[in-house]
């Protein structure tokens, strides 16, 4: 009769192991699943604006998570478009991307920087939206892009442009 008991703590030890992930954390707490739209708010803030055609410009992007625990884990994707062409945004050369886990409320941000292009110039991208991407989702969401166009990089590999890493936002 003792073999039922031992059977079912042995099977009740089993669930519970195969609940953790390696870390001995519970699998799905949604502190390691990516942030996504819906869950963060997202703003793009005062913008150091490039006022004329080869000034340098710089655009910060805050999130604030408002849903349950979430990870940011590599850089943010983002897309120039305008006059019917795309343009990926590189990384910042040198930039190092950090895993960072935000608890509903805490903050993100990360930078954009872009050259100024000439209205009309070949190699000058008039963007109209920029569109962002979290890392770890395939969700993009397009905002207004109200900077004036974006200079080209010289070798034609698209624009003059770079996107910082997140930085955690306060405490």
């Not at 604030?64 to 994707?77: E, M, R, V, W, Y």
């Not at 305008?82 to 990926?88: F, H, K, Q, V």
Request: with cysteine; charged share 20%; net charge negative.
């Amino acid at each position: 009769m003792r073999a039922i008991p031992l059977t079912v703590t042995a099977l009740a030890a089993a669930l519970l192991l195969t609940a953790c992930d390696d870390g001995g954390g519970k699998k799905g707490n949604g502190a390691d699943s990516a942030c996504e739209f819906g869950g963060v708010s997202v703003q793009i803030g005062s913008a150091s604006v490039a006022p004329a055609a080869g000034d340098t410009g710089e655009i910060p992007v805050s999130l604030t998570n408002q849903s349950a625990p979430c990870t940011l884990d590599h850089f943010p994707g983002v897309v120039l478009s305008g006059g019917g062409s795309d343009a990926t945004v590189p990384t910042l050369e040198g930039a190092k991307a950090q895993k960072l886990k935000l608890a509903k409320g805490d903050s993100a941000s990360f930078s954009l920087t872009y050259v100024r292009g000439k209205d009309g110039a070949e190699n000058t991208l008039a963007a109209k939206t920029v569109k962002i991407t979290l890392p770890g989702t395939d969700t993009a969401r397009s905002f207004p892009w109200k900077y004036g166009p974006v200079a080209g990089k010289a070798d034609g590999s698209g624009p003059d442009a770079s996107v910082s890493a997140f930085q955690q936002v306060g405490d």
